[in-house]
């Protein structure tokens, strides 16, 4: 007998993950439509007496009331809702900070999922082509032989690079120090330090989730310089800064579970299976 996982709230990347996970449990849904499985997927509707060992929770944490993002429910999904149908000594998987969460679930064992590298390395991809994706819809110029920023060169950075590279952008990367300078060398491409960046660029990527673009640096950019920041919050901007000097950034949040929502969900479910069954 297949044991059971509480699926709770979430976007589509929670129906491609509940569907992965179905291979290995019954699944049951809270805080879903229905109508957004596929009619061939067999799951449940969670029962007022059950309870649960293992529950998932959305990418986004619940909100400083309570609520838990459940953008598939026609009702509000609350963590009220949820508590009563996970076990003592339960395991919750939660996207994003669990040291908040665990305050929701004191007798269970909450565990970040988004916190394992395997997950953020299957997520820099979406995440990038998203970015570029984005741009591609807001530029009104080609790709090929644009003046790019990219700001940060971790696994997002890194696959920008390399996609930006098969369009032919002429691209320079910001960087702490040498090592980073050092890797965009590896690359082939040029760098400069972040201190030190000017504003000949027509499109910047920000990764980095510290403030790098404050008003003096925006300032340095001409006024048509698309910005796109990919970094989680707080965020690489000053956007009250921008707003006033009509520079336009785009905060492209969470890409992944919108650009491609089942590549994303299925790499949640894998961390999990990882997690729960080890190889």
Do not use: H
């Amino acid at each position: 007998m297949k044991k059971k996982i509480l699926i709770a709230g979430g976007d589509m990347r929670q129906i491609y993950c509940a569907e992965r996970l179905s291979q290995n449990y019954d699944i049951f849904i809270l805080g879903i439509e229905r109508s957004y499985f596929p009619d061939n997927m067999q799951i449940y509707e969670a029962g007022d007496d059950m309870e649960f060992e293992y529950a998932v929770l959305p990418v986004v944490p619940p909100d400083e009331n309570g609520n838990i993002s459940a953008p598939l429910y026609n009702k509000n999904l609350t963590v009220a809702e949820v508590q009563r149908f996970i076990k003592r000594g339960s395991v919750v998987f939660i996207g994003t900070d669990a040291e908040r969460s665990r305050m929701y679930f004191p007798n269970s064992t909450v565990i970040a999922y988004m916190d394992s590298e395997s997950i953020s390395l299957k997520n820099a991809i979406p995440s990038a082509e998203g970015a570029v994706q984005v741009a591609l819809e807001e530029l009104p110029v080609t790709l090929n032989g644009l003046s790019v920023l990219i700001a940060g060169l971790g696994r997002i950075g890194t696959s920008l690079v390399l996609m930006l590279k098969g369009f032919g952008a002429d691209i320079t990367v910001a960087v702490r120090n040498e090592c980073g300078a050092a890797k965009a060398r590896m690359f082939g491409i040029k760098s400069v330090y972040t201190g030190e960046i000017n504003g000949d660029f027509q499109l910047v990527f920000n990764t980095v989730p510290n403030l790098i673009f404050d008003s003096s640096m925006l300032e340095k950019f001409p006024a048509d310089t698309l910005f796109i920041d990919l970094a989680s919050r707080p965020g690489g901007f000053d956007f009250n800064a921008a707003k006033k000097t009509g520079k336009k950034v785009i905060w492209a949040l969470g890409l992944p579970g919108k650009t491609a929502p089942k590549t994303a969900g299925i790499a949640v479910a894998e961390t999990i299976l990882n997690i729960l069954s080890p190889v």
